[in-house]
């Protein structure tokens, strides 16, 4: 074919015609364009004799682990065409389908294997359906899954994949499609990533330990839990044991670098928004875990967990004050060990404690009030605590002999305040 078509740009035409096959439902056609062309020469594994200046240039991309801004080969836009089949086109001709990313997930171009993963993301994700549950005559949806699953784990474990970590940035973004590994298969994807560092995959790590932390084995009923964790729900019921993934969110949540707690914190911020049913059991996770990421100081995480006080404090402010004493604690312990000022003052330069002590006053838990004023007040004066003196002088004197012993302490730090009914 290439004597044909010498020319390599038209080859590649000819694969995005394929794409367009595919969508006006000739997909039986457009398979064989692809399975043509995936042999294709280009990209050259040497350099090709007309221009050895951009093999040169192509082939040292890899290795600054810079992200293709485009697609520029034959064999790679074969790759990305295969992810462009849907239901029923995956359904009816899965095998095919299976066989050829398998077949380029191995290609000697770095880039046609990034194109592979980017395609096995797309076909495990909502946005094909290939998880319908229907049936058609071609092999079942869910069997062609479980292939692609395969050929996942099959590249997380390539030697030479290992080598590259913008390949293995992509290959770890499968996983956020995939619901239902083992316990085993769980802690190896773990392990790899833990081998690995780039930009963003605290992200993936976060959204794995939180869903097979309490979700895996759970109910999977409610639909807007694939906004947050990823698409594949299936109907998998198979027993699964999350005791040894809590044990590593929790480590995770203790001792993780500041990306991996603030990505942690971020999904239990958002984690009670996207529940339809049972919003008072996933909110108790999600406060179980923050207030286990709130026992150390971590400045970005704890910028997080006061966003989702923020969120809740109001509809559930017993609950809320638990974690801001909390986060308090864990503040004062760090501007006392640590000496770090800098940090809290970024970071509480817009906090809004009055709002919180309010919610408190109104809700009549004045030892709880009493406490959480206690200890803003403990902070340097240096500090913007966000407190409202006026506000915090007038709610303690309704307090009457309760609010005592505190009003003497916001008046030893604001004395312009004091009134004569002391």
């Known amino acids: 074919i290439e004597s044909k078509f010498t020319d390599l740009y038209a080859r590649e035409m ?43 240039a192509y082939q040292s991309i890899p290795d600054a682990w810079d992200d293709p801004d485009s697609i520029s080969t034959v064999r790679g836009w074969c790759a990305y065409a295969l992810g462009q089949f ?14 050829l990313l398998e077949k380029l997930s191995t290609d000697e171009d770095i880039y046609v294997r990034l194109q592979v993963t980017s395609s096995i993301s797309e076909l495990l994700s909502s946005k094909t359906d ?12 869910n069997a062609i899954a479980q292939e692609l699953e ?4 099959d590249m997380l474990d390539n030697k030479v994949n290992r080598r590259y970590p913008i390949v293995m940035r992509h290959i770890v973004e499968i996983f956020r499609h995939i619901k ?14 833990e081998q690995i560092d780039y930009q963003g995959q605290e992200k993936v790590l976060a959204s794995l330990l939180v869903y097979y932390a309490d979700f895996r084995a759970a109910p999977r009923s409610n639909s807007r839990l694939p906004k947050l964790f990823g698409s594949r729900q299936s109907d998998d019921q198979t027993e699964f044991d999350p005791y040894q993934i809590r044990m590593r969110l929790v480590d995770y949540l203790r001792n993780g670098s500041s990306a991996e707690k603030s990505a942690l914190a971020w999904l239990y911020w958002h984690l009670p928004q996207m529940q339809d049913e049972s919003f008072s059991r996933v909110f108790e996770l999600s406060l179980k875990y923050l207030k286990i990421l709130g026992e150390f100081y971590s400045r970005d995480a704890f910028s997080v967990i006061y966003r989702f006080i923020d969120d809740y404090s109001e509809l559930k402010p017993l609950e809320c004050y638990e974690l801001w004493i909390r986060v308090l604690e864990a503040e004062l312990t760090h501007v006392r060990v640590a000496g770090d000022l ?30 959480a004023l206690s200890l803003l007040l403990e ?23 309760l609010g005592r012993p505190v009003l003497v302490d916001l008046y030893a730090q604001f004395p312009h305040i004091r009134s004569r009914e002391l």
Do not use: C
């Open 14 to 56: 000819l694969v995005e015609f394929a794409i367009n096959l595919r969508k006006a439902n000739y997909f039986e056609k457009a398979l064989e364009l692809i399975t043509v062309f995936s042999n294709d020469s280009d990209p050259y594994i040497e350099p090709a004799p007309d221009d050895p200046a951009d093999f040169v």
């Open 86 to 99: 849907g239901v029923p086109s995956s359904e009816e001709y899965g095998e095919k389908i299976v066989e």
């Open 130 to 141: 290939i998880l319908s549950t229907k049936k058609s005559k071609g092999t079942p949806v």
């Open 150 to 153: 395969r050929i996942a784990f």
């Open 180 to 193: 239902t590994m083992s316990e085993p298969e769980v802690e190896h994807v773990l392990s790899v990533f």
């Open 342 to 371: 800098a940090a809290l003052e970024h970071s509480w330069s817009n906090r809004d404690n009055a709002r919180y002590l309010s919610i408190l006053f109104e809700a009549g838990q004045f030892r709880k009030y009493n406490k």
């Open 379 to 401: 902070f340097p004066e240096i500090l913007q605590r966000g407190i409202d003196p006026e506000k915090s002088r007038e709610e303690l004197l309704a307090m009457g002999s």
